[in-house]
């Protein structure tokens, strides 16, 4: 005959199965022993409900997508809600799972994939919470309010999904490709512009080296003959010791030669003395 009402919950107490008292504050209450009164109890705390099915829905354009959702409810009356939707909280989910289904079905059909993907959004979840408070507090009211309704994901069914990725991957390779392209053709520019730049930089070098060599040539031949002009038996002298060196560079060095005939030893041979050149 006592009974506990929690404060998460409502208690109803039935009289030969009809609703004789609903008791909103938790304490401890009395009633009749059964068969008389009987009492039952429902959730009054912010319940939630998921969306359940995956089934594709179409937009303006005609495209099939899948949305996911859900919604945050509560039962405010319970006499309405035991009258008009059933005994539990699962029997309100079961029917309100239908109405907010109906109501995104609707929505979207007058939307375009583009707009359920920006702002557009928040306009058409308001929407879809007019409609479903329409529904549940129409001629036979749910007994439920209806606090928020909300998307989670919008996405094209499978088949579509896997199409739009293969054009996304077509897409991207085909960029992929042309870039490729563009940079070997500007590689292969680079290295031909390389190489011109070398080949014109070492011709301009070997001129110029070609060119200093001469004037060294010239002003050597200068010097020279200007030595030999000034004391030619100097000159002389002085390349025959420069070829002996060039000749008897080691010590294994031999030459078979007869020196009393060859011009090559006339220094050896002591010919004329050098004379040194006489100033004026």
């Known amino acids: 005959m006592l009974f506990v009402v929690d404060q998460r919950q409502f208690g109803v107490v039935y009289a030969l199965g009809q609703i004789k008292e ?27 409900l ?11 354009e005609k495209q099939r997508v899948v949305i996911d959702w859900y919604v945050r409810w509560r039962i405010s009356e319970p006499s ?3 009258r008009n939707v059933g005994l539990d909280e699962n029997a309100g989910s079961v029917q309100l799972n239908r109405v907010v289904r109906n109501a995104f079905q609707e929505e979207i059909n007058k939307r375009t994939v583009k707009e359920l993907l920006s702002l557009k959004r928040e306009d ?12 549940v507090r129409g001629a036979k009211p749910w007994g439920v309010d209806v606090v928020d309704v909300r998307i989670t994901r919008v996405d094209y069914v499978e088949a579509i999904t896997e199409s739009v990725y293969r054009r996304m991957e077509a897409e991207r390779k085909r960029v992929a490709n042309e870039l490729r392209s563009t940079g070997a053709a500007e590689g292969e520019k680079i290295r031909a512009d390389a190489d011109r730049q070398r080949e014109i930089t070492i011709a301009n070098a070997y001129r110029d080296a070609q060119k200093v060599k001469g ?8 010097i020279y003959a200007e030595a030999f002009g000034k004391d030619p038996q100097f000159a002389q002298f002085y390349r025959s010791l420069d070829a002996y060196k060039a000749s008897f560079s080691k010590k294994s060095d031999l030459m078979v030669l007869d020196p009393a005939s060859s011009e090559f030893f006339k220094t050896f041979r002591g010919a004329a003395p050098v004379q040194p050149a006489v100033r004026k």
């Open 124 to 135: 058409l979840m308001a929407d879809v919470k007019r409609e479903v408070l329409e529904s």
């Open 50 to 60: 998921d969306s359940t099915d995956a089934e594709p829905m179409l937009t303006a």
């Open 80 to 82: 309405e809600y035991i």
């Open 22 to 48: 609903v008791i909103t504050e938790p304490g401890l209450n009395f009633k009749l022993p059964p068969p008389f009164q009987n009492v039952s109890y429902i959730d009054k705390r912010l319940l939630t």
């Open 215 to 222: 004037e060294g040539d010239a002003e050597a031949a200068r």
